[in-house]
């Protein structure tokens, strides 16, 4: 009896000292869609399918539109629909927000399209969609 216990307050122990959050149900990713510098900053629907809130941040002024579309590996670009556009933030220059929908659990990606005076240039954002 004393070694159950002993396994039970043992277990609990570890159990109380292992505990922690490893990752996070959010994306960031800092790179070059062509010409332009972006931060995307990806939050997760809690459930699929759902909607992705997209938030792009840009330090070229130049930028006309910033376009989201998802991808999946089976479908490819070609077999999703056509990219949504992100709107600006009032009040903040160079933020734009999207929401964009993930209709199947697993990996997927999301172009980032940005125009602007100097051309136009994408981005793929891997995500996972649980």
């Known amino acids: 009896m004393k070694r159950i216990i002993s396994i039970i307050?043992?277990?609990?122990?570890?159990?109380?000292?292992?505990?922690?959050?490893?990752g996070?149900?959010?994306?960031?990713?800092?790179?070059e869609a062509g010409p332009y510098a972006v931060t995307v900053?990806?939050?997760?629907p809690?459930?699929?399918?759902?909607?992705a809130t997209v938030d792009v941040y840009l330090v070229d002024p130049s930028v006309t539109e910033v376009q989201l579309?998802?991808?999946?590996?089976?479908?490819?670009?070609?077999?999703?629909?056509k990219a949504d556009l992100a709107m600006p933030v009032p009040g903040e220059a160079?933020?734009?927000?999207?929401?964009?929908?993930?209709?199947?659990?697993?990996s997927a990606s999301i172009e980032i399209t940005v125009k602007g005076i100097q051309?136009?240039?994408?981005?793929?954002?891997?995500?996972?969609?649980?």
């Open 9 to 22: 307050i043992i277990f609990l122990l570890a159990n109380s000292i292992s505990n922690g959050h490893i």
């Open 24 to 31: 996070s149900p959010g994306v960031t990713l800092e790179g």
């Open 41 to 44: 900053v990806v939050n997760s």
């Open 46 to 51: 809690d459930v699929i399918p759902g909607t």
């Open 69 to 81: 579309k998802p991808i999946y590996w089976f479908a490819g670009s070609s077999g999703t629909p």
């Open 94 to 106: 160079g933020h734009y927000k999207g929401e964009i929908w993930l209709m199947n659990p697993g």
């Open 119 to 130: 051309g136009e240039g994408s981005i793929l954002l891997p995500v996972m969609a649980v």
